[in-house]
């Protein structure tokens, strides 16, 4: 079994940035690919960017490209979302979520994540 739980959401102007983190708690030692997504209120949940498991891949969605980064830290099972230059449309929760089918990959497909977090609240004021 698999435990993800995200921090780092707030309130922040336009322009300004956020650093998510999200910790896995395994109860076997096994490797996983990890994903953010997140859901604005009356859409649907987005892809916002995945990483593998020994971080040589990454993907990001276009809208937020050159602005967001994901990285990963395995020693402590934690994986971050570097949120910069926000946008009032980056408004949603946050989630992330892994995969421990294909660790190999960076997965932009919300059907292939087996684990979810809680979701973080990110608010971008104007």
């Known amino acids: 079994q698999l435990q993800l739980v995200e921090s780092g959401g707030g309130l922040v102007q336009a322009g300004g940035s956020l650093r998510l983190s999200c910790v896995a708690s395994l109860d076997t030692l096994r490797p996983y690919s990890v994903g953010w997504f997140r859901q604005a209120p009356g859409r649907e949940r987005e892809f916002v960017a995945a990483?593998?498991?020994?971080?040589?891949?990454?993907a990001h969605s276009d809208s937020v490209k050159d602005r967001f980064t994901i990285s990963r830290e395995n020693a402590k099972n934690t994986v971050y979302l570097q949120m910069s230059g926000l946008k009032s449309e980056d408004t949603a929760i946050y989630y992330c979520?892994?995969?421990?089918?294909?660790?190999?990959?960076?997965?932009?497909?919300?059907?292939?994540?087996?684990?979810w977090g809680q979701g973080t609240q990110v608010t971008v004021s104007y």
């Open positions: 979520a892994a995969d421990i089918d294909q660790p190999w990959m960076a997965d932009i497909a919300v059907e292939n994540y087996d684990y």
């Open positions: 990483i593998n498991w020994s971080g040589s891949k990454t």
